[in-house]
């Protein structure tokens, strides 16, 4: 005879919790599956914190893509807004040499150069936010079109050449740390922070969830699909221009080459993490653990020695696959 009081206690739900936690065993595997061909090199401290800091810029991205995602939007310029934000810092953090782009310009300090980048990287989006909100651009096209022209307007800028001999104190960005953890890092944390508030506490977030579940329920109830669209598109802009700084301090140097295919690993984090673009669905945590994948996967790749041109196939077929799987989700 069974007893009540054991019946009635909560069974563990194996399934929920798989559904739930899924894309985080999905990383558990790939570390464990890459801890075995690698023999153990790929678990070595100095391994990880290089997989922590490559993640970093990605992660940031990412995270503005969620945005556009959510809304069935898209952002195909973040790569080039890197490189387009990247060589204006620079240009703004050398130090006194032969080679400054700006000989007559004083010395100032690194908040000028990082302010200074934020503030095209916003601009850059903005203007997309513009193209998408009030002249009805898909976003895809209008993207598509900033990609083109933010690269070119980088090597205007630069002539083609990389902005190096930056300040110490900008290059602390991408290649310092603090205690022990790497400054991209920290900066990532803190900024996923922020984006878990303004997604899920404030009124925007919202609305952004609101316009991707159902445009036109979104309009009748009062909320402002343009005004919503503008402020992503600034939003991902201005992240993308903080990962921009961070790359270019992680190397040293800003260069107009930066950030290529950038918004392929961007959009692969944000997918596989389960932002669907279906519209409506997508957290910060998913993003995080998918740019983690991403680390890891091309970290993994390259102790390999998959050649890059091998890489960005398995990038697209992993892209191909989640939305695959997203889809079969949704029916």
């Given at each position: 005879?069974?007893?009540?009081?054991?019946?009635?206690?909560?069974?563990?739900?194996?399934?929920?919790?798989?559904?739930?936690?899924?894309?985080?065993?999905?990383?558990?595997?790939?570390?464990?599956?890459?801890?075995?061909?690698?023999?153990?090199?790929?678990?070595?401290?100095?391994?990880?914190?290089?997989?922590?800091?490559?993640?970093?810029?990605?992660?940031?991205?990412?995270?503005?893509?969620?945005?556009?995602?959510?809304?069935?939007?898209?952002?195909?310029?973040?790569?080039?807004?890197?490189?387009?934000?990247?060589?204006?810092?620079?240009?703004?953090?050398?130090?006194?040499?032969?080679?400054?782009?700006?000989?007559?310009?004083?010395?100032?300090?690194?908040?000028?150069?990082?302010?200074?980048?934020?503030?095209?990287?916003?601009?850059?989006?903005?203007?997309?936010?513009?193209?998408?909100?009030?002249?009805?651009?898909?976003?895809?096209?209008?993207?598509?079109?900033?990609m083109t022209a933010a690269r070119g307007l980088a090597n205007i800028y630069?002539?083609?050449?990389?902005?190096?001999?930056?300040?110490?104190?900008?290059?602390?960005?991408?290649?310092?740390?603090?205690?022990?953890?790497?400054?991209?890092?920290?900066?990532?944390?803190?900024?996923?922070?922020?984006?878990?508030?303004?997604?899920?506490?404030?009124?925007?977030?919202?609305?952004?969830?609101?316009?991707?579940?159902?445009?036109?329920?979104?309009?009748?109830?009062g909320i402002s699909i343009g005004r919503v669209q503008f402020l992503i598109?600034?939003?991902?802009?201005?992240?993308?221009?903080?990962?921009?700084?961070?790359?270019?301090?992680?190397?040293?140097?800003?260069?107009?080459?930066?950030?290529?295919?950038?918004?392929?690993?961007?959009?692969?984090?944000?997918?596989?993490?389960?932002?669907?673009?279906?519209?409506?669905?997508?957290?910060?945590?998913?993003?995080?653990?998918?740019?983690?994948?991403?680390?890891?996967?091309?970290?993994?790749?390259?102790?390999?020695?998959?050649?890059?041109?091998?890489?960005?196939?398995?990038?697209?077929?992993?892209?191909?696959?989640?939305?695959?799987?997203?889809?079969?989700?949704?029916?």
């Amino acid at each position: 005879m069974s007893d009540p009081a054991v019946d009635s206690k909560p069974k563990f739900d194996t399934t929920g919790f798989i559904k739930t936690y899924a894309i985080l065993l999905i990383l558990i595997a790939f570390m464990v599956i890459l801890a075995i061909i690698t023999q153990g090199t790929f678990l070595q401290p100095r391994n990880l914190i290089n997989v922590v800091v490559q993640v970093a810029p990605i992660g940031i991205i990412a995270l503005g893509m969620m945005f556009a995602i959510i809304t069935k939007g898209i952002d195909l310029s973040v790569g080039s807004t890197v490189a387009l934000v990247a060589v204006v810092s620079a240009s703004l953090a050398q130090v006194q040499s032969d080679s400054m782009m700006f000989p007559g310009l004083p010395p100032m300090p690194v908040f000028v150069a990082v302010i200074a980048g934020l503030l095209v990287g916003a601009a850059v989006g903005a203007v997309v936010g513009s193209l998408v909100a009030y002249f009805h651009i898909p976003p895809f096209v209008a993207t598509l079109g900033m990609m083109t022209a933010a690269r070119g307007l980088a090597n205007i800028y630069t002539g083609g050449r990389p902005v190096s001999n930056l300040a110490d104190g900008f290059n602390w960005m991408g290649q310092g740390d603090v205690f022990g953890i790497p400054v991209p890092m920290i900066i990532f944390i803190i900024i996923a922070a922020i984006i878990w508030v303004v997604l899920n506490r404030t009124r925007f977030g919202r609305h952004v969830y609101a316009i991707g579940g159902n445009d036109q329920a979104a309009r009748v109830s009062g909320i402002s699909i343009g005004r919503v669209q503008f402020l992503i598109y600034t939003l991902i802009g201005l992240l993308a221009g903080l990962a921009g700084m961070i790359l270019a301090a992680r190397i040293g140097s800003g260069q107009p080459t930066l950030g290529v295919m950038l918004e392929l690993d961007a959009i692969t984090a944000a997918v596989i993490g389960g932002t669907s673009f279906n519209g409506g669905v997508g957290t910060v945590w998913g993003v995080v653990v998918g740019a983690l994948i991403i680390g890891v996967i091309n970290n993994g790749l390259d102790l390999m020695n998959v050649s890059p041109f091998m890489q960005m196939v398995v990038k697209g077929a992993i892209i191909v696959i989640a939305i695959i799987i997203d889809e079969r989700k949704n029916r």
